[in-house]
C-alpha cells in the first residue's frame, strides 16, 4: 500500500496528483492545479507545493515523485540555477518524504543525482507521460496540448523514441511545438489576418493570447481559462473580443462580432497547422520506424480541439483519447499523474495497474 504525491512543476502552471495505491494496483486518485507564474515570485513555490498537496489531502507520504519544465523560466539565470532552486524548494517542503525526480531517459533518480545532472532531469515531463501511453498502446505517437505548448512523443514497441531528450532538440525534430491552450501570444500564431476582403497584418504586441480565441470559439469555459489575460481584465466573451480586435489595432465598435469570431476562427486554424507541422514530422519518421501508419493518443486542455485535430488535419485514421484510458480530470494534468504512478511503482516495488475501469 502506498500513498504517492506527483508534481508537473511548470513556468506558468504547477500541476499535482495523489495516488493510493494497493496490492499493485490503482485505488484512488486526484489532481490539483495552480496558476503560479514562477517568474514573478519563485521564492513562493514552496507555498505553492504545500497547498496543492493540502488540497488534495495528503497526509503521509511514501514517496513523491517530481518533474518540471520551470528551469526554463527567466527568474532564474541557467537551467542549471533552476532545477537547483526548485529542488530545494521540493525539499524543504517535504523533507521527510523520499523524492524521485524524473530524467529525460524515463528513469527516477535521486535528489543528489538530479542536482548533479541538471540538463538530465530538465524539461522532462513528457516522458511521464510517453512511459504512461506506452504501457497500454504499444505503437503510436502522444500528443499533450496544454496551456503553453504541446509535445509531441513517439512510442514504438512499448517504448519512447523520442529523437530529442533537450527542448532544444525537441524544437529541431518537431516533438516540441511551442504553442499553447491558453498563453500564446496571438502574434505568434499568425503575423497577418484576412479582413475585409483584404488582409491586416497583426500588431506585434502583447494583445491577446490563445485564450482568447478558444473562450470565444468555445474551445474552453471561463473556468478553464486559468491564466492571466492580456490586458489583466475579465474573461467573458466580450473582453475576450476586444482583447483579439486590439490585435489588428481595432476595437470593438469598429469590427463587428461576425469579423471578430472570423479572425479567432483563422487564428484557431493556423494554430491547429502549427501543431499539425510537428505531428506530420514526428509521423514521417514514425512510419519508417513502425513499418506502418499508428495511431495518435491525445491528451491534456487542448486534447479535443488541438491534439485531435492536428491528428486529423495530418490525416490519421486512428485516434486514441487517452480520457478512454484515464479519468477525465487526470488527463489535464497526465505528467503529473505519471511520475506519481512511476513513484508509485518504486515504493511497491513492481508494476501498478492504473487503466480506467
Known sequence: ????????????????????????????????LEYFPIWKEPAKLSSVLLSLGQRLGAGHLDGLGVTMTAELSDAYATKREGVTQILSCVK?????????????????????E????????AAANWAATGWLVAQRIRDCVVVDVGSTSASIVPIVNGRVVARGKTDLE??????????????????????SIPLRGGVAKVA???FATSGDVHLLLGNIAASQYVSE???GRGKTVAEASARLA????????????????????????????????????????????????????????GRDFLARK????????????????????????????????????????????????
Open 246 to 301: 486590439r490585435t489588428v489595432c481595432a476595437d470593438t465598435e469598429m469590427l463587428t462580432h461576425r469579423e471578430i469570431v472570423q479572425m479567432a476562427t483563422y487564428i484557431y486554424e493556423r494554430q491547429v497547422a502549427q501543431v499539425a507541422e510537428g505531428l506530420g514530422a514526428v509521423n514521417d519518421n514514425m512510419k519508417k520506424l513502425a513499418g506502418r501508419d499508428v495511431s495518435v493518443a491525445v491528451t491534456g486542455l
Open 204 to 206: 506585434s504586441e502583447l
Open 170 to 191: 525537441k524544437l529541431m525534430f518537431g516533438e516540441l511545438v511551442y504553442t499553447g491552450c491558453l498563453r500564446t501570444n496571438v502574434c505568434a500564431i499568425v503575423q
Open 92 to 112: 524543504q517542503t517535504y523533507p521527510d518524504v523520499p523524492i524521485h525526480v524524473l530524467d529525460t531517459d524515463g528513469n527516477l533518480a535521486s535528489v543528489d
Open 310 to 357: 492536428a491528428a486529423e488535419k495530418v490525416g490519421v485514421d486512428s485516434i486514441v483519447d487517452l480520457a478512454t484510458l484515464l479519468e477525465t480530470e487526470a488527463v489535464s494534468a497526465t505528467p503529473a499523474f505519471a511520475v506519481a504512478l512511476m513513484a508509485a511503482c518504486k515504493v511497491e516495488g513492481g508494476n501498478v495497474q492504473w487503466t480506467r475501469q
Open 114 to 121: 538530479a542536482e548533479a545532472a541538471p540538463f538530465k532531469v
Open 1 to 32: 500500500m502506498a500513498d504517492v504525491l506527483g508534481f508537473d512543476i511548470g513556468g506558468a502552471n504547477t500541476k499535482a496528483a495523489l495516488l493510493h495505491t494497493k496490492n499493485g494496483r490503482l485505488v484512488a486518485s486526484k489532481v490539483a
Open 229 to 231: 489575460t492580456a490586458d
